[in-house]
């Protein structure tokens, strides 16, 4: 069974944030397809929240994932904060800020080419101050991490090897022949010294 809105619950982990608040009324959001969220207004404060409602089993995964936004809210990335998180008899409920505006990637796909281009740089800036931060003690993807230049060529050369499959299969040739020129050129320039693997 999918896990269910019970607004009695719902109202009674928004209270622990918002002691005075009433539910008005809630939505289904588009996404979630693990966890339902829901847009819920309330008052006193009047304002919407974000509500994850999760199975029990996933409740590690949900802690996980609620580890990781509070750690990229406290280094200032555009992400929703935590209010919090109770987990009842058979699931729980998440209380998030809600963000309002619309999806990232369905912008993108309607967008012109220009506007494509300032999202894809504005998120490579994301990316790049994220991979910058140091990894928290409860990172657990520990099989992603790489000690040295050795293991990190490793496995880029196996990503490369995928993209390169899925480039091949699904777009025009000539993109696959300039990203099978570009990654090999990458692969060469940061080819390690000898040295690096002692």
């Excluded at 009433?22 to 829901?38: D, E, F």
């Amino acid at each position: 069974m999918k896990p269910k809105f019970i607004e009695k619950r719902v109202l009674y982990e928004i209270k622990k944030t918002f002691p005075d608040a009433n539910i008005i009324n809630y939505n289904l959001l588009k996404g979630g397809l693990v966890s339902p969220v829901y847009k819920v207004k309330i008052k006193n404060p009047s304002i919407y929240l974000a509500v994850k409602i999760y199975k029990s089993k996933n409740r590690k995964m949900i802690q996980t994932n609620n580890n990781v936004l509070k750690f990229l809210y406290k280094n200032d990335f555009p992400v929703l904060e935590i209010y919090s998180n109770k987990l009842f008899a058979k699931q729980g409920v998440v209380v998030m800020e809600f963000i309002n505006g619309k999806n990232a990637l369905d912008v993108y796909n309607e967008s012109s080419l220009k506007i494509k281009a300032r999202i894809l740089l504005n998120i490579g800036k994301l990316l790049r101050r994220l991979h910058s931060l140091s990894i928290p003690d409860f990172w657990v993807h520990h099989k992603h991490e790489v000690k040295d230049i050795k293991s990190w060529l490793k496995w880029n050369k196996l990503r490369i090897k995928k993209y390169l499959e899925f480039a091949n299969k699904h777009m025009d040739s000539k993109y696959h022949i300039f990203l099978k020129n570009e990654f090999r050129l990458f692969i060469e320039k940061h080819k390690p010294h000898p040295k690096d693997f002692l």
